[in-house]
């Protein structure tokens, strides 16, 4: 029943956030951004025009790059900075579920319905899947259920809503894990190389991969070294160490597969294309000229990364065209974007001092070994500070410390919303250590109790705590406050303000 309440508010929350990018986009005039706009080489139909009033709101910022490629394939050289998933999935329905629309709507127009529909159904399966882990990990349905109704408005909403990966990647990479932690290896690689293909920092998941089994494979040798004697347990210890190394490298090599044959595909593009300038429309070639976008030309000399001793199109991207590298973003000119970043740095610096402060035996370990603090990895204590939850906690901080030092700072919400559970899991759990009303079984007012008793004393299906709070915000306690007040700015400013291309990206 915790599952059809989650599904239900993120319903709820999907058709609030597309209504309302629609009704702030109208009513608020676009803001002439330096930012990438492709002329439109395909003349509009009927309904073209509607679609765009309705769902225009939804393509702005790198949204542009998603839809172009869907469209265009990759034809500029910076559009390799976006990978290859998204797009085919938008492409994917515009030519399947939406063909019976092509005489009203143009690609474009069958591109932009089909961002909604995706992210959408997206967005509700990586709920489903958040939750799943969450119950899986935290041992605690409490905990879980609150955790999934706080990403249901999330602080990076509008990115879960528009046309970007994240909501994809999400759904790819909670329910990975997932997998992962239910024994279900193959599976999990699988999963989590398909969220490769959707965002590089699928990388990161890589970590997953060695850490979970090695935790397994030391719970093995554990069970051996108590049951078995003589050369029979030697041979039990080589045999999970070979089985360890076998499948710490060949899922290793599944979820990179995709990135390394993406960045095959830019080289084989670029280093040694196949077509000339006069195959592409010269509206778009006018755009390159314009703006210095490199396109592949057969006839022309090949660009200088090509010449590389590693010649990776993404790192020439984010370095030429994004200027992204260590420290190069720490400058009193961006002290704003540091300001809009700093909440969700705050939550993953909070989640690694908490757990380190309750678990430090544990993480000077990583987690490995049994401590006399902790009764060992079988049967974990519930909550947040579950040994369970180490892992998670070591991926939000490498994540936090990466994003703060080596890219553009403002992109830290929802490059961690997207990609780790520990913001959402910290946040619940501190709401209900902060906050009384969550602890309420009888009040003056039943809208604020979490639980309801029946006359027999049987609990029924615990109402949304956040909806349930939200009326009562004046009287909440001041973390409750911060973390709400927080999620929701965050969820209506993004839709505000990056909906019309004013600075939210």
Do not use: Y
């Given at each position: 029943m915790d599952v059809r309440a989650v599904l239900e508010f993120a319903t709820v929350t999907r058709g609030l956030s597309l209504f309302l990018q629609a009704v702030l986009n109208a009513a608020i005039p676009d803001h002439d951004a330096d930012a990438f706009r492709p002329p439109r080489t395909e003349e509009p139909l009927y309904l073209d025009s509607v679609v765009d009033w309705l769902l225009g709101g939804l393509s702005h910022w790198d949204a542009e790059h998603f839809l172009f490629i869907a469209e265009k394939g990759y034809l500029y050289e910076h559009n390799f900075a976006f990978f290859p998933l998204f797009p085919v999935v938008l492409r994917g329905l515009a030519e399947t579920l939406l063909w019976p629309l092509s005489s009203w709507l143009s690609v474009r127009g069958r591109l932009l319905v089909a961002v909604a529909l995706a992210n959408s159904a997206l967005f509700l399966l990586s709920v489903v899947a958040l939750h799943a882990l969450s119950r899986i990990v935290l041992q605690d349905r409490r905990l879980a259920l609150l955790s999934s109704l706080l990403y249901c408005i999330t602080p990076a909403n509008v990115f879960m809503t528009a046309g970007y990966s994240e909501s994809l990647f999400a759904a790819l990479t909670f329910g990975g894990l997932f997998l992962l932690e239910k024994g279900f290896t193959f599976r999990a690689c699988l999963a989590l190389s398909i969220a490769t293909a959707a965002r590089s920092n699928g990388l990161v998941n890589i970590g997953f991969l060695l850490y979970l089994p090695s935790l397994h494979a030391i719970s093995q040798i554990r069970v051996y070294r108590a049951t078995t004697k003589g050369h029979t347990k030697v041979f039990h210890y080589i045999w999970v160490i070979v089985c360890l190394l076998l499948t710490s490298l060949l899922g290793t090599a599944i979820i990179a597969l995709p990135f390394c044959a993406f960045q095959y595909y830019g080289y084989r593009t670029f280093c040694t294309p196949s077509t000339s300038l006069e195959r592409i429309s010269p509206a778009l070639l006018s755009l390159a000229e314009r703006k210095g976008y490199r396109?592949?030309?057969?006839?022309?000399?090949?660009?200088?990364?090509?010449?590389?001793?590693?010649?990776?199109?993404y790192s020439h991207i984010q370095d030429v065209y994004w200027d992204v590298g260590f420290l190069r973003y720490f400058e009193l000119k961006q002290i704003p974007n540091f300001i809009l970043a700093l909440p969700m740095a705050t939550l993953g610096i909070m989640a690694a001092y908490a757990y380190f402060h309750a678990n430090p035996e544990l993480c000077m370990r990583l987690g490995l070994w049994e401590t006399s603090a902790n009764r060992g990895l079988d049967k974990p204590s519930p909550g947040f500070f579950n040994p369970r939850v180490f892992v998670y906690v070591v991926h939000s901080a490498v994540l936090l410390v990466f994003g703060t030092l080596c890219m553009h700072v403002q992109v830290l919400t929802r490059f961690m919303a997207s990609s780790s559970p520990v913001p959402f899991w910290i946040s619940a759990h501190l709401l209900l250590l902060n906050e009384p009303l969550l602890h309420r079984r009888k009040t003056s007012n039943p809208n604020v109790q979490l639980q309801s008793h029946s006359r027999n004393g049987c609990k029924h299906t615990p109402q949304n705590p956040i909806t349930a709070l939200l009326?009562?915000?004046?009287?909440?306690?001041?973390t409750t406050q911060s973390i709400l007040g927080y999620f929701l700015s965050y969820w209506v400013l993004g839709l505000a303000l990056h909906c019309n291309f004013l600075p939210w990206t």
């Open positions: 396109v592949p030309d057969e006839n022309g000399p090949p660009p200088l990364w090509c010449m590389r001793p590693l010649p990776l199109l009326p009562h915000f004046k009287a909440c306690s001041p």
